[in-house]
């Protein structure tokens, strides 16, 4: 901070007890909008930055990795959840208590009849594109919240599972619903978790 | 739609936020740093405009200046930190000081004297947040940032006069 050499200004402290809630503006909705807006920016920022819709798509996913890897310590300890012993109990988990508390939705959880390790969770509503209309011109390959992605791969994995996380649908490109999909790729060795009970 | 992003999660953001301004090529040497402190202040600018033009009508009508920067100091802080500043004072000649006693990007820092020099980088982005909200107020200023001991700062706002 640079100030004048000579003369050093005064600086009064003000009284300003202020009510603990304001009345001018709800925080909780300018909590969100900061978030959303500025995940915006940062989109915006990396498409500046990468001329290629892939590596701004890796871009997003690493950093969301990054997120989710220091994200689930947090999560664990506000949720208080019980240790889970199948995947779909995961996958509701992700749904139902992770997405809610941190997006505030709920996406509803399906399972690939065929595959006991393949969930999607499809979101009706995606708080993160609320300010987003279209994909931006010429980034039609854009995957705009694969952020997302990298969250949860990140989570799962300080927990000990690998998982595949892409989006299989997304509204921005003409979808009908935003659909990530998630495949466990290892076996959850159960004799193990019984064990450890 | 109910609240959503707390704090960690946001700060969990900016901190992918600083990394990706000192990525794709800049970051290195003094050029670098300040190439990736622009990009944090534009970045921080538009989130602020963005969030000031989403108020509720009511919001705006702030009679004095001093109740717009108040405003930065309860609202906006409670917002992005989920608490208020610790001090604000003026020279009532258009110059305010926002003060953070343990600034909530700066406390994930290590603490000590060489780590100073990093600290810009996680001030930038609110710098620009500050000067973009005022700016959709329709107040233009110009917003610096400085650190003392970790991991306290103060802000500093200098309005402009037409």
């Known amino acids: ?197 | 739609m109910p609240a959503m992003a707390d704090e960690t999660l946001f700060q969990l953001l900016h901190t992918q936020v600083v990394a990706a301004a000192y990525g794709a090529g800049r970051g290195s040497g003094d050029e670098g740093l300040r190439a990736g402190l622009t990009v944090l202040e534009g970045m921080g600018f538009r989130v602020g405009q963005g969030l000031a033009e989403r108020l509720p009508q009511g919001a705006l009508a702030f009679r004095e200046e001093l109740d717009t920067i108040k405003f930065l100091c309860r609202d906006l802080w409670g917002a992005v930190f989920g608490k208020q500043t610790d001090n604000l004072r003026t020279n009532h000649q258009g110059t305010y000081i926002l003060q953070d006693n343990n600034f909530p990007f700066l406390t994930q820092m290590a603490w000590g004297q060489q780590y100073l020099e990093e600290a810009p980088k996680f001030l930038a982005f609110t710098c620009g947040l500050l000067r973009g909200t005022l700016s959709s107020l329709g107040i233009e200023s110009s917003v610096t940032a400085s650190v003392t001991s970790l991991p306290a700062c103060k802000f500093q706002v200098v309005i402009q006069k037409a």
């Open chain 1, 1 to 197: 901070m640079s100030r004048p050499g000579n003369r050093r200004p005064e600086y009064h402290k003000i009284d300003w007890h202020l009510p603990a809630i304001s009345s001018s503006a709800s925080a909780h909705s300018m909590n969100r909008d900061l978030f959303v807006l500025t995940y915006g920016a940062l989109v915006a920022q990396l498409c500046k930055d990468y001329e290629k819709d892939e590596d701004v798509n890796n871009y997003l996913d690493k950093m969301g990795y990054g997120i989710g890897i220091r994200l689930v310590e947090d999560f664990l300890a506000r949720s208080c959840v019980k240790k889970c012993h199948s995947y779909s109990e995961i996958a509701d988990l992700i749904a139902q208590v992770a997405f809610k508390m941190y997006l505030g939705i709920t996406p509803s959880v399906t399972r690939n009849e065929s595959s006991r390790n393949e969930f999607s969770l499809i979101l009706d509503k995606n708080p993160l594109v609320e300010f987003v209309e279209e994909l931006p011109a010429g980034r039609s390959s854009l995957c705009y919240c694969n952020l997302l992605c990298g969250v949860i791969r990140g989570a799962l994995e300080m927990i000990h599972l690998t998982a595949d996380v892409t989006f299989l649908q997304d509204r921005l490109k003409g979808d009908k619903v935003t659909e990530i999909g998630i495949t466990f790729l290892k076996k959850l060795e159960e004799k193990k978790y019984r064990r450890k009970k």
